[in-house]
């Protein structure tokens, strides 16, 4: 994607700016204002220009409509009439898009930046009704920080059949941050030309009509720049219904997708890495510097799988990476011309599967060993004074582990601990 020169403040108000939410920055879009009657809310309004898409989103999302992320403003009368003047004709080349369309990801990044923690938290349910994925760390354009949306994900209840219940019939239900379910992550290298969404679709979908759990760019609206969304990260369930012939596995999963590059975001691949059973690395070749983030990981050997796109000029990097780690061949795989997407899918599925019969569960609160992540202060704190998390909102020391510039660098340890600012909205 294509980035902006202009600071990352300033991309985000202009941005919100030209969407008419400006105004709304940072949290002061309430549930309660969107719930109420009002001309908008009862008749259909064509969008026209862009400060209406937000609120044209936000009414179809909670009408439960799937289609609520399609929302490019319609062209108006004089821009539809026929031109047919050379310098017309010639703009029918140059033309990239349309400068009115808003990557869907920008727009939901920019919603709940400016929503409160009740809209944050009526989005997400609703999202998740939809069959989307939901923000899971939501990027704040300042400084590389974020906020793990734990509040905003609290409120969505899932029920599952895993196949060791299927012959009494049972199921289970559960606040699906707080069940212990395991945690996949897709993330990608900054030379990339494979779509780690469109893959994650294809593995979701069950062999089926494909869905699109999450945003890619064969999509309306997912070729255009992003501004603000990358570094976000996504998760979605997937959770069995007790047939073996329609689950892709046998026990409910949770896949994480990190937006942009590894090196853009290494507060968030750090997160990712620390909470996850097993992460995918997407890439075509592998650059010095990713080169070192890599071979400094812990058990990175038993942790990560390369999903390489085969390029004859990438692979020489590719070779000495995997060789320096110790990467088992079962861990590496490599698409070729010859296996399309659906082909490649099922080895992916086929390595998620193996994947599961060794790893532990995990939730997105669970704390690892040595580990300074007090969510479960924060939110029995939450509990006990019966107020929303967003006022008990902090900082700390999340023990994002980074490369350092001493006599260890490029070793990752207990000792070398990346002091990132995580909000955690618990």
Known sequence: MAQ??????DVLFDFLSNLGLQKYYPNKLTLQSLLEVNKSSIYEKVVLSEDEIPFYFLKKLFQINAGCRYCTPILSSHEEHEDNSEDSILDIYTACGSANTVHPLDLIVGLFLCADSFLQQEMALKMSLCQFSVPLLLPHCNNNQCTLLLWALREIMKEWCPHDLCQTRGFVENNIVQATIPFFSFVRLKNCSLSKSRFLNHILSCGQQNHNMFLHRDMEGGAQPRKISNTLVEVFWFLPCGRANLDVFPEPVTFANLRGNVCESLTQFTFLYEVSNAIFVFLDKIEDKEHQILTALQDAKSKIYF????????????????????????????????????????????????????VKSASVLSVRPGTKCPADRYRSADRRLGTPGISYRRYFPCSLRAITSGPEAHKIGADSILHSKIAVVV
Do not use: H
């Not at 902006?4 to 403040?9: F, Q, R, V």
């Not at 599925?349 to 994947?355: Q, R, T």
């Open 307 to 358: 999903v390489v796109n085969r390029k004859e000029n990438g692979m020489t990097s590719v070779k000495k990476t995997l060789q320096e780690l110790d990467i088992a061949n079962s861990k590496v795989k490599i698409k070729d011309s010859r296996v399309n997407v659906a082909e490649f899918s099922q080895r992916l599925c086929e390595a998620i599967k193996n994947s599961l019969c060794d």
């Open 4 to 9: 902006s020169t202009m600071p990352p403040l």
